[in-house]
């Protein structure tokens, strides 16, 4: 069975710095996506960043990136210069193959890091 | 963009009670999903659906059950509602076909409190 980590309950960082964020999952696929997914408080959960499995480079969106490293089941995400906005719960997920011939993909998620972005 | 409408924010509701939970989509999507969210665990999800008429258990089904009539529409229901089903419930959706167009669009969320 797939499972996710997130190993770091809550996370503080200042405003302008970088953090990074930890996930590592368990699979036997070779075939995946993995997501990063932002849950802002009293707010709706959004998809911040996603990598295919088989893609080797890092996928970036804007202030976010990802280092996937797929030999050691890890996928980290990284936020540059922090904002305040970016105080939310961050979510890893893992999606796995279709199922019943491609009609869905069921998400794995990770037990969340709590990130606040102090002033 | 996606627009995935939980009926209620916030609902109390008594030991026993019949519960619906309602979630409409406006994108035409053929996957709907019911996750709870609890504190430490993450999202677990309790059932989906990918089409009309068509539903399959998630990870932790016990107690729920689910109904999808319409496309656009999918119901859960607690059929006896219980105190540790007191949680955040989010429903989702997103279109079909390869694992690349899979994105899973999230409503704001319904915190249940079972007394």
């Known amino acids: 069975a797939q499972t996710v980590t997130q190993s770091q309950p809550e996370m503080s960082v200042q405003e302008a710095e970088t953090v990074t964020l930890s996930c590592t999952y368990d699979?036997?696929?070779?075939?995946?996506?993995l997501f990063w997914y932002k849950q802002p408080p009293s707010r709706q959960m959004i998809l911040v960043i996603r990598?295919?499995?088989?893609?080797?480079q890092n996928a970036t969106e804007n202030r976010f990136s990802v280092n996937f490293q797929k030999a050691a089941k890890s996928f980290s995400l990284k936020i540059s210069d922090s904002q305040l906005g970016d105080t939310a719960m961050y979510f890893c997920?893992?999606?796995?193959?279709?199922?019943?011939?491609?009609?869905?993909?069921?998400?794995?998620f990770g037990t969340g890091t709590l990130l606040a972005v102090q002033p | 963009d996606v627009k995935v409408t939980q009926s209620s924010r916030y609902l109390v509701k008594r030991t026993g009670e019949k519960v619906f939970l309602e979630c409409v989509q406006d994108?035409?999507?053929?996957?709907m999903f019911w996750y709870r969210q609890d504190p430490g665990l993450g999202l677990r999800l309790i059932y989906f659906?990918?089409?009309?008429?068509?539903?399959e258990k998630g990870d932790i089904p016990e107690g729920y059950s689910v109904s999808r009539e319409k496309k656009e529409r999918f119901s859960l229901i607690l059929e006896s509602a219980s105190t540790n089903q007191t949680s955040m419930y989010l429903c989702?959706?997103?279109?079909?076909?390869?694992?690349?167009?899979?994105?899973?669009?999230f409503g704001a969320g319904t915190r249940l409190s079972v007394l």
């Open positions: 989702a959706s997103s279109s079909g076909g390869s694992l690349a167009k899979n994105i899973q669009y």
């Open positions: 699979t036997s696929e070779n075939n995946y996506y």
């Open positions: 990598q295919e499995a088989y893609k080797q």
């Open positions: 997920a893992f999606a796995t193959n279709p199922f019943y011939g491609g009609a869905t993909n069921k998400l794995i």
């Open positions: 994108m035409d999507h053929e996957n």
């Open positions: 659906s990918y089409d009309v008429k068509m539903k």
